[in-house]
């Protein structure tokens, strides 16, 4: 099993350019995450996804589109780039949310770090 | 906004000495997590504790839980060079998200 994967490991951009990040996941997990890390400041939602088809807006979502169209893939856009968005770039993913305290952990891929100049 | 705010910010310790970090939140969980990130990868899920739990243990690992003072901490003993890296505590609400504190960077020297 790879896991989590996150295409490509590093991107500098230009600002205005667009690009997309791919996260891809093989263990048949629901739910799919977009986090961002800056330092010093943890790690932020971007955007998640409870299933196939469907997306959700997270903390920081300005700036971004994500799409889902597949189980195993979730996209991350950036339509526009700006230097606010130099970041690395997490992708998470679990197995399912029964509620009641059963939350099960988050895998994570190793990273996207995107430079945007 | 982060739910989770670990405390300290940094750590340094000789290797086989005891690390311990500790996490502060604001609003009721289900359960909390702690991850580890070392340097230039993503986060390793190490621990989950339920919001009824108090206490739990995972090899050189403890974490404890006070829903009343809304804390955790997190033990690591006997610690070595490779447990060198950030850790983080995530609250897990009721709403398919965790929110993650800035974390704690330890530093273990040989």
């Known amino acids: 099993n790879a896991g989590v994967t996150q295409t490509p490991k590093f991107r500098v951009l230009k600002t205005g350019q667009s690009m997309t990040l791919l996260c891809a996941q093989d263990m048949n997990h629901e739910y799919m995450y977009w986090y961002r890390q800056d330092p010093g400041m943890g790690l932020r939602l971007i955007h998640y996804?409870?299933?196939?088809?469907?997306?959700a807006k997270g903390e920081v979502p300005d700036g971004y589109n994500v799409s889902r169209l597949k189980k195993q893939n979730f996209l991350l856009g950036l339509e526009s780039a700006a230097p606010s968005q130099t970041s690395v770039y997490f992708c998470?993913?679990?197995?399912?949310?029964?509620?009641?305290?059963?939350?099960?952990?988050?895998?994570f891929g190793p990273g996207t770090r995107l430079t945007v100049l | 906004s982060q739910q989770g705010e670990e405390d300290p910010q940094a750590l340094s310790i000789q290797e086989g000495e005891n690390a311990t970090m500790n996490c502060s939140y604001k609003t009721s969980i289900n359960n909390l997590q702690w991850y580890r990130q070392n340097s230039g990868r993503g986060l390793v899920h190490l621990i989950l504790?339920?919001?009824?739990?108090r206490e739990k243990h995972s090899g050189r690992l403890r974490v404890t839980l006070d829903t009343s003072k809304k804390s955790s901490s997190l033990l690591i003993t006997a610690s070595r060079a490779a447990d060198t890296a950030s850790y983080f505590c995530a609250t897990d609400g009721d709403d398919y998200k965790l929110s993650f504190g800035a974390g704690t960077t330890v530093t273990v020297r040989a």
């Open positions: 996804s409870v299933g196939e088809g469907t997306t």
């Open positions: 998470a993913s679990s197995y399912s949310y029964t509620g009641g305290g059963s939350y099960n952990e988050q895998f």
């Open positions: 504790i339920r919001s009824n739990e």
